[in-house]
């Protein structure tokens, strides 16, 4: 019966182990995240950053209670020249126990709990700004993987077309419809597109390995992008005030908690410095025997006749240090202020942060919509272009600069889409509200 429960414990642990270790066949924008909070290796160390300080706030609990040591010293003695001329040795060992116990210190031992629960918060908050920080750079890797997949379609798409081109553009050649020179300019503009589907795949691949090294994943391991489908929905939110935006992220965002309570913790190393020109009184306390070999009494005899006890107060009062105590003080004040001013600037520079994220998106968003209109009419104009350079009535170079023209739009609304899809994320991150594109 036991070794049925020992067998069905270890398929229960490894059936465990093989899930944690299960990737996903498709890799959507939710995916990544779950899958690398659980996985980089910034986030364990941050988490065992907090076990640390979780583990100093039990230490800092314990200084409230009496300390216990035991000591045992056995010793040898030799007497040589005795005045009778015979030898003596003797052997002997003492016993005891002590312990002592802070009575009162100014209040440094509580302040001191209360700064480690402080900062044991701090670091929760800390886990929290390096899971955000993480979930940011994850977004903007995605989006960059999105970007660059379309961007590529888009290419391969405009190759396709300069390769038909230069086929029927052999046979006008043949029916004395074009130049030579205008041959030469649509091979050229082909290899001009093939280069540019080149970098295009470069840039997906790039993107690809930064995610994969977010990830913590090998460079081997194949990682299957989930493209979802978009539209202007996604692409043309309506965003909220900067104000609201801003209010709420004051509340909610790691990194300004974690201001707030170092505020705290400095006041509380003021108090805890002021304490120096308090007295410290200890309680003490101690027990103990001893033995040795000359006595004619025996061993538990001496144990019993060598038992004693002790009890006693001590006072510390400080008179003078050699301003040691002052400038404690006067540093930690400063420190205080330090901690102030670091607020301050948290808020500033969160404020900068979402200033700019909030207007890129605004950009982004009116970029997107002029590049969609634009996008519309050169495909129009192209196709004119196209049929009236078929009928002989365009130049090679016309239709050329219309097929660039329209390419270059193509690019700009691309990336004014993943811009916008980006920045409004962005913002819902600062909000601390679910990211999530599908």
């Given at each position: 019966m036991k070794i049925r429960i020992i067998l069905i414990s270890l398929l229960v642990t490894v059936s465990t182990c093989v899930r944690a270790q299960e990737k996903p066949s498709q890799w959507d924008l939710t995916g990544c995240i779950n899958y690398a909070l659980e996985n980089n290796i910034q986030i364990q160390k941050s988490k065992?950053?907090?076990?640390?300080?979780?583990?100093?706030?039990?230490?800092?609990?314990?200084?409230?209670?009496?300390?216990?040591?035991?000591?045992?010293?056995?010793?040898?003695?030799?007497?040589?020249?005795?005045?009778?001329?015979?030898?003596?040795?003797?052997?002997?060992?003492?016993?005891?126990?002590?312990?002592?116990?802070?009575l009162f210190n100014g209040g440094k031992t509580v302040k001191n709990i209360q700064q480690q629960k402080l900062q044991e918060e701090v670091n929760q908050y800390l886990l929290?700004?390096?899971?955000?920080?993480?979930?940011?750079s994850i977004l903007q890797t995605y989006l960059q993987i999105l970007y660059a997949d379309e961007s590529v379609k888009i290419n391969q798409a405009t190759l396709d077309v300069s390769t038909y081109q230069l086929t029927r553009s052999k046979s006008l050649l043949k029916a004395g419809s074009i130049s030579q020179a205008d041959l030469a300019q649509l091979e050229s503009q082909l290899s001009s597109d093939k280069y540019q589907l080149v970098v295009s795949e470069n840039n997906l691949s790039s993107n690809k390995l930064a995610l994969k090294?977010?990830?913590?994943?090998?460079?081997?391991?194949?990682?299957?992008?989930?493209?979802?489908?978009l539209d202007e929905t996604d692409i043309l939110k309506p965003l909220p005030s900067?104000?609201?935006?801003?209010?709420?992220?004051?509340?909610?965002?790691?990194?300004?908690?974690?201001?707030?309570?170092?505020?705290?913790?400095?006041?509380?190393?003021?108090?805890?410095?002021?304490?120096?020109?308090?007295?410290?009184?200890?309680?003490?306390?101690?027990?103990?025997?001893?033995?040795?070999?000359?006595?004619?009494?025996?061993?538990?005899?001496?144990?019993?006749?060598?038992?004693?006890?002790?009890?006693?107060?001590?006072?510390?009062?400080?008179?003078?240090?050699?301003?040691?105590?002052?400038?404690?003080?006067?540093?930690?004040?400063?420190?205080?202020?330090?901690?102030?001013?670091?607020?301050?600037?948290?808020?500033?520079?969160?404020?900068?942060?979402?200033?700019?994220?909030?207007?890129?998106?605004?950009s982004a968003q009116s970029q997107y919509a002029a590049a969609a209109e634009k996008v519309k009419a050169l495909q129009t104009s192209y196709k004119?272009?196209?049929?009236?350079?078929?009928?002989?009535?365009?130049?090679?170079?016309?239709?050329?600069?219309?097929?660039?023209?329209?390419?270059?739009?193509?690019?700009?609304?691309?990336?004014?889409?993943?811009?916008?899809?980006?920045?409004?994320?962005?913002?819902?991150?600062?909000?601390?509200?679910?990211v999530e594109i599908k």
């Open positions: 065992i950053t907090l076990d640390e300080s979780s583990i100093t706030t039990k230490q800092a609990k314990a200084q409230l209670f009496p300390n216990l040591s035991a000591s045992v010293n056995q010793s040898f003695t030799n007497r040589p020249l005795l005045e009778n001329g015979g030898t003596a040795n003797s052997y002997t060992g003492s016993y005891g126990l002590s312990s002592s116990m802070t929290a700004d390096t899971k955000k920080s993480l979930e940011m090294q977010l990830l913590e994943l090998t460079v081997n391991e194949d990682m299957n992008i989930s493209i979802p489908a900067l104000q609201s935006i801003y209010e709420t992220s004051l509340t909610v965002m790691p990194q300004l908690k974690s201001s707030r309570i170092n505020t705290q913790i400095a006041a509380l190393e003021t108090s805890k410095a002021k304490a120096g020109y308090l007295p410290t009184v200890n309680l003490n306390a101690s027990a103990g025997t001893n033995h040795s070999s000359s006595s004619d009494y025996n061993f538990n005899e001496q144990l019993k006749n060598g038992l004693n006890e002790g009890i006693g107060l001590s006072v510390s009062i400080p008179i003078f240090n050699n301003r040691e105590t002052k400038s404690t003080v006067e540093k930690a004040r400063l420190e205080e202020k330090n901690s102030q001013l670091n607020l301050i600037d948290a808020e500033k520079n969160l404020l900068k942060e979402i200033e700019s994220v909030y207007q890129d998106a605004i004119l272009v196209e049929q009236q350079y078929n009928l002989g009535m365009k130049n090679t170079l016309e239709l050329l600069t219309e097929k660039n023209n329209l390419l270059a739009a193509q690019q700009s609304m691309l990336q004014a889409k993943y811009m916008s899809i980006m920045n409004t994320q962005l913002l819902n991150i600062y909000q601390d509200m679910p």
